[in-house]
Nanobody, 115 residues
Framework: QLQLVESGGGLVQAGGSLSLTCTASGHIDIFDMNWFRQAPGKERELVATIGNVGNTYYLTSVKDRFTMTRDDHRNTVHLRMNALKPEDTAVYYC??????????WGQGTQVTVSS
């Protein structure tokens, strides 16, 4: 069982920056690592991915503003968020995925962007 703990959320003004960190309790090198977010009243959406082979994906609305990195030696992933907008307000979740039965989630961290 892999445990994921997110940190780094908070309140920031529009245009500001935040960095989120996800720390895993075990090795993540075999997992695709993802950041999801869920805003009030909306479905959870995939924000960014770095696969275990290095493939990447970014949600169109965050491209050129968010950068995801992973450190398999430290079992951590990061999400650097720049030029934040009020519409980025959500609970952000770290996810580690390898298969349907190896699919782990963190508890989430709140990001609030004020206008």
């Amino acid at each position: 069982q892999l445990q994921l703990v997110e940190s780094g959320g908070g309140l920031v003004q529009a245009g500001g920056s935040l960095s989120l960190t996800c720390t895993a309790s075990g090795h993540i090198d075999i997992f695709d690592m993802n950041w999801f977010r869920q805003a009030p009243g909306k479905e959870r959406e995939l924000v960014a991915t770095i696969g275990n082979v290095g493939n990447t994906y970014y949600l169109t609305s965050v491209k050129d503003r968010f950068t995801m990195t992973r450190d398999d030696h430290r079992n951590t992933v990061h999400l650097r968020m720049n030029a934040l907008k009020p519409e980025d307000t959500a609970v952000y979740y770290c996810n580690a995925l390898r298969s349907s039965w190896e699919n782990y989630w963190g508890q989430g961290t709140q990001v609030t962007v004020s206008s």
